[in-house]
């Protein structure tokens, strides 16, 4: 559908449509360009990061540790979360991609440049 920024009828679906032109699918986890994630994934990111390097080993074995963790496990992933963008606030504020730098976009044109010519070479593989 030309002119629109998702695959639903916004007249249709228009609750839908709105969303997902906000973005509402993803998680933005930086302000730097192409960074998004899906929900689900940075739900399980944020599990990992609550269970620690330790891991859960017999949490749902053990009900009392299985409530903490259900408990406090979100409340303690926000405080880290927050407790991060707080640093890389005060030190990065650069919001580019690490590839949105001249250099690496002269070397990916002159890749780009390479990968036609060798096509070029070769012909059509298909005939």
């Known amino acids: ?3 629109t920024c998702a695959p639903y009828d916004p007249n249709k679906h228009p609750k839908v449509f709105q969303q ?4 509402a699918f993803v998680l933005h986890k ?4 192409f960074s998004s994630i899906a929900l689900d ?8 990061l609550v ?3 330790g891991g859960a080993v017999s949490l749902t074995e053990s009900p009392g540790a ?3 963790f259900m408990v406090a496990g979100p409340e303690l992933t926000k405080i880290t979360q927050e407790f991060k963008e707080y640093i890389s606030a005060i030190t990065k504020k650069d919001t580019h991609h690490h590839e949105q730098v001249p250099g690496v976009q002269v070397l990916f044109k ?6 036609v010519s060798s096509f070029e070479e070769v012909g059509n593989l298909f005939e």
């Open 110 to 115: 002159k890749d780009v440049a390479s990968l």
């Open 20 to 23: 997902f032109c906000e973005g």
């Open 30 to 33: 930086s302000p730097q360009a």
């Open 51 to 53: 269970k620690g390097d």
């Open 66 to 68: 299985l409530l903490v």
């Open 41 to 48: 994934h940075a739900h399980e990111q944020a599990n990992a």
């Open 1 to 3: 559908m030309p002119g």
